[in-house]
């Protein structure tokens, strides 16, 4: 069982930064990867970046790729998103995920960026 909880969301105006943490349960934490998702008023879910278990490879989408950095800390069994030169598309609700044998979710946590 994975749990996993978010944090750092809030409004932000237009050119901003906001650092979102995801805390996540489980002495296995180390053993995968992790990832960050969105998802804005009236659109699908969509991924934003991961990072592999070790945190030696990163993915990002290509909206945020140069702005947003993921990363994670094994021994607090947190990965972070930090988000810098924020943009109002970037408005959305974040989530954390993680992939162990069943899909896990966090409960998200609310980005606003005002223009």
């Known amino acids: 069982q994975v749990q996993l909880v978010e944090s750092g969301g809030g409004l932000v105006q237009a050119g901003g930064s906001l650092r979102l943490s995801c805390a996540a349960s489980?002495?296995?934490?180390?053993?995968?990867?992790m990832g960050w998702f969105r998802q804005a008023p009236g659109k699908e879910r969509e991924f934003v970046a991961a990072?592999?278990?070790?945190?030696?490879?990163?993915y990002y989408a290509d909206s945020v790729k140069g702005r947003f950095t993921i990363s994670r800390d094994n021994a607090k069994n947190t990965v972070y998103l930090q988000m810098n030169s924020l943009k109002p598309e970037d408005t959305a609700v974040y989530y954390c995920?993680?992939?162990?044998?069943?899909?896990?979710w966090g409960q998200g946590t609310q980005v606003t960026v005002s223009s």
């Open positions: 995920h993680t992939y162990y044998g069943l899909d896990y």
């Open positions: 489980g002495r296995t934490f180390s053993s995968y990867a």
């Open positions: 990072i592999s278990w070790s945190g030696g490879s990163t």
